[in-house]
């Protein structure tokens, strides 16, 4: 009887362990990053002294893909990202520390790298034409596709890219996007660390989403740009 009970708080444990740490489908439908659109397009300089970044709210870089846990912020790694839209236009920004920066290297794995994920569809998932790996450091050779400017400043610890989307950056659209950093440190990749859901990891074939929010009004904006012409003339 003793031994019924033990092993079914086991059980009841495992099972437990397996439902923190293992990504639901509610988990990953409930997470999403609202880009707000902006009247003023940010300057991709590396540089986050543009002032809609400091409207945008900041979306933490704190889930471990590795094993699918939350990551604690150390001396390690610690990173964010803010998104905005503009005229076709995503624009993100991202802070990032990290102890050690290896950049410059022969090999991508050798080297410290966003990995970003920009599924215009939203239905490809995470695959090769959606993919984007950039080493600290790197502009220009890493565009492709829509990713349309890349700059970092401070050191290789901040970083502004634009993708562009075209009619895809509209009020209310959705992609599926994902933002991580593969931490090298000592020569070797030590952490994978994502924007994503509990239990998100590196095997999910999914993307949490993207919205593209309106909260200004354009029209509003628009008459006010109009506005600002039409005074400009006399
Ligand atoms: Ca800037
Ligand atoms: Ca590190
Ligand atoms: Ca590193």
Not at 14 to 30: G, I, K, M
Not at 100 to 118: G, M, T
Not at 130 to 135: F, K, S
Request: charged letters at 25%; one cysteine or more; a negative charge.
């Amino acid at each position: 009887m003793r031994k019924q009970f033990i092993l079914s708080i086991v059980l009841f444990l495992t099972v437990l362990s397996f439902a923190l740490a293992h990504l639901t489908d509610d988990n990953l439908e409930n997470f999403q990053y609202n880009a707000e659109l902006v009247s003023v397009a940010p300057i991709v300089d590396g540089y986050l002294d543009d002032p809609v970044w400091d409207e945008a709210l900041p979306a933490k870089i704190d889930q471990d893909i590795m094993n699918g846990r939350q990551w604690q912020e150390s001396n390690d790694f610690t990173g964010s990202f803010k998104a905005v839209w503009r005229s076709g236009f995503l624009y993100i920004a991202i802070k990032l520390r990290d102890d050690q920066i290896e950049k410059q290297q022969s090999k991508l794995f050798r080297e410290d790298h966003l990995v970003l994920h920009v599924d215009p569809q939203h239905y490809h998932g995470k695959d090769e034409f959606n993919r984007y790996e950039i080493p600290i450091g790197m502009e220009s050779s890493a565009l492709k596709g829509s990713l349309s400017a890349v700059a970092w400043g401070n050191d290789g610890q901040t970083c502004e890219l634009s993708f562009r989307l075209g009619g895809i950056a509209s009020k209310d659209s959705i992609i599926g996007f994902c933002i991580a950093y593969n931490d090298v440190d000592n020569g070797q990749i030590e952490n994978k660390i994502a924007w994503g859901p509990k239990g998100y990891t590196e095997q999910e074939f999914r993307l949490p989403d993207l919205v593209f929010n309106a909260s200004i009004n354009p029209n509003a904006q628009q008459k006010l740009i109009r506005w600002g012409q039409i005074k400009n003339l006399y």
